[in-house]
């Protein structure tokens, strides 16, 4: 789903993010400060991640082969934890210079260049992860949410970074400057622990949120009538940026296949509208085959009202 789109965000935060890590890099080396070497450490595994997000968004939207017969799209999950991985990598590397140079000390330099990189930098990362965000929510892309989740955490982190080389220029407290490393640390790690634990959840095909469970079963419950005489094993994940429901649909025994097969048509377009970008499966059953409703014993809506989904034998 909007494969174009997501392309162009994911090239977009490669180039801004290639062209911070030159400024970065260049203003650490001239001024000596291990904030601007960890901010720029940082960018590195943004550009690092914002390449595995165009590949992975390429990736996912090639249709389905002889060897992946339900898609690539889970490759944008699995993208997304790699990420994680090389934010809390990046938080360790900084980490540990940021310990160094409070152990051994050391001055900053040229402070005016530093303070001017770091807020050029945090200004370009909050514009492109709005952007990424935005197309993000639009699409469904883990993959950019995650990529848009480092920069927003980059630019904060170049925001830190001015600060404290404000106050170093203030007060002279050079000591400062790798404090601020371990808080850059910090607040990496948090980003990436909080990534990596939701591309989890996705790879393990935890089930929807509740507001959009409870909207399935809106719809599902809205089908029962004289026909359509009840539902079960109602199941519904994410896949990538997709949905994927699946459910047995009970009919009357003076139902025809062909009026069931129209029904579950129409059930399949109204979850779409619902739960834009899912993939329905339905099963078709005959009014005897009456088995639990899962949404009621597995409690995936955690609403009082959901059990009428189900039939009674």
């Known amino acids: 789903m909007f494969p174009g789109l997501k392309r162009r965000a994911a090239i977009v935060s490669i180039a801004s993010n290639s062209c911070l890590i030159a400024l970065k890099l260049a203003a650490g080396l001239v001024t000596g400060s291990v904030g601007l070497l960890s901010d720029a450490v940082h960018s590195l595994m943004d550009l690092i991640a914002s390449v595995i997000a165009l590949v992975s968004v390429r990736k996912a939207d090639e249709p389905a082969d002889y060897r992946h017969r339900y898609g690539h799209e889970k490759l944008e999950d699995l993208a997304a934890g790699a990420q994680a991985l090389l934010l809390l990598l990046g938080a360790a590397l900084i980490a540990f210079e940021s310990i160094r140079r409070l152990i051994n000390g050391g001055t900053v330099n040229?402070?005016?260049?530093?303070?001017?990189?770091?807020?050029?930098?945090?200004?370009?990362?909050?514009?492109?992860?709005?952007?990424?965000?935005?197309?993000?929510?639009?699409?469904?892309?883990?993959?950019?949410?995650?990529?848009?989740?480092?920069?927003?955490?980059?630019?904060?982190?170049?925001?830190?970074?001015?600060?404290?080389?404000?106050?170093?220029?203030l007060t002279g407290a050079d000591w400062l400057d790798p404090i601020v490393g371990l808080v850059v640390a910090l607040a990496i790690s948090s980003t990436g622990a909080r990534i990596l634990i939701d591309a989890s959840r996705r790879l393990a095909d935890e089930a929807l949120p509740p507001d959009e469970l409870e909207a399935l079963q809106d719809v599902v419950s809205s089908f029962l009538g004289d026909e359509v005489v009840g539902f079960h094993d109602i199941r519904a994940r994410h896949v990538g940026s997709h949905h994927q429901v699946d459910l047995?649909?009970?009919?009357?025994?003076?139902?025809?296949?062909?009026?069931?097969?129209?029904?579950?048509?129409?059930?399949?377009?109204?979850?779409?509208?619902?739960?834009?970008?899912?993939?329905?499966?339905?099963?078709?059953?005959?009014?005897?085959?009456?088995?639990?409703?899962?949404?009621?014993?597995?409690?995936?809506?955690?609403?009082?009202?959901?059990?009428?989904?189900?039939?009674d034998s």
């Open 110 to 169: 040229r402070i005016g260049i530093g303070i001017a990189v770091a807020a050029v930098a945090a200004v370009v990362n909050l514009v492109v992860s709005t952007y990424l965000s935005r197309v993000g929510r639009a699409t469904g892309s883990t993959s950019l949410d995650a990529n848009a989740a480092d920069l927003r955490t980059d630019a904060i982190v170049s925001i830190g970074v001015v600060v404290s080389l404000t106050l170093i220029k």
């Open 248 to 311: 047995h649909m009970q009919f009357a025994d003076s139902t025809s296949l062909r009026r069931a097969h129209f029904l579950s048509h129409q059930l399949q377009d109204a979850i779409i509208e619902h739960l834009p970008g899912t993939t329905v499966l339905v099963h078709l059953e005959p009014e005897d085959r009456v088995r639990p409703d899962r949404f009621a014993d597995d409690e995936l809506v955690p609403t009082p009202d959901h059990e009428h989904l189900g039939t």
